[in-house]
């Protein structure tokens, strides 16, 4: 069974601080995906980064980078410079065998 | 190009009733899943709907059921209403499993 594991409930930084978000997951798929979302107050889900499980390249997108490490089954998310406007819950998530499992979600407030 | 619709926006229930959510998909998006969102909890996959066939269900009672049409537009019904489906109701859609889904902006159901 697939499980998505963001232990991190809230996390609080000041405006340009960087910060990261843990995702730990759990699948018995060999081939799955994994994806960030942001949810900010308005409730639609924004897709932010995807990764196969078999590519474990780490990359950077602007201010989004990611650490995806198969042997820890990580997939850490890190905002670089945050901004107020980033103030938002992140959602981790998973694919494989046609289902997505989603974590429960991390709040991330941005102070100015 | 529209993103994902969903209707309505809101609308209150009484235990008991039936409901039907709908929701139209990207253009160019064949599959439809749909999710439930409790509050302050991540997205709880309900099922995926691909070619007007099911593909694949998660841990939802029979009570909740779904329709995709030729044109890929997606219904939810959920049939014997109980307080606790009062929840945001979330389509997302998207090519295949492989792509990141969109997400409709959800229904916000209340049963009263």
């Known amino acids: 069974a697939q499980k998505v594991t963001q232990a991190q409930t809230e996390i609080s930084v000041v405006e340009k601080e960087d910060v990261t978000l843990d995702c730990v997951y759990e699948t018995r798929d060999t081939t799955y995906y994994l994806f960030w979302y942001k949810q900010p107050p308005s409730g639609e889900l924004v897709f932010l980064i995807r990764r196969n499980s078999f590519d474990e390249q780490n990359e950077i997108s602007g201010r989004y980078s990611w650490n995806f490490q198969k042997s820890t089954s990580s997939f850490n998310f890190t905002i670089t410079a945050s901004q107020v406007v980033d103030s938002a819950v992140y959602f981790c998530?998973?694919?494989?065998?046609?289902?997505?499992?989603f974590g429960a979600g991390t709040r991330l407030f941005v102070k100015a | 190009d529209a993103g994902v619709t969903q209707s309505p926006t809101h609308l209150i229930k009484t235990r008991g009733q039936q409901v039907t959510l709908r929701c139209s998909p990207k253009s160019g998006h064949d599959t439809v899943s749909w999710y439930q969102q409790a509050l302050g909890q991540g997205p709880q996959f309900i099922f995926q709907y691909y070619e007007e066939e099911e593909r694949q269900r998660g841990n939802f009672p029979d009570r909740f059921s779904g329709h995709q049409f030729p044109n890929y537009s997606s219904e939810l019904n959920v049939n014997a209403l109980l307080l606790g489906d009062s929840a945001l109701y979330l389509c997302?859609?998207?090519?295949?499993?492989?792509?990141?889904?969109?997400f409709g902006q959800g229904t916000r159901l209340t049963v009263v």
């Open positions: 998530a998973a694919t494989g065998g046609f289902k997505t499992i």
């Open positions: 997302a859609s998207s090519v295949g499993q492989v792509y990141e889904a969109f």
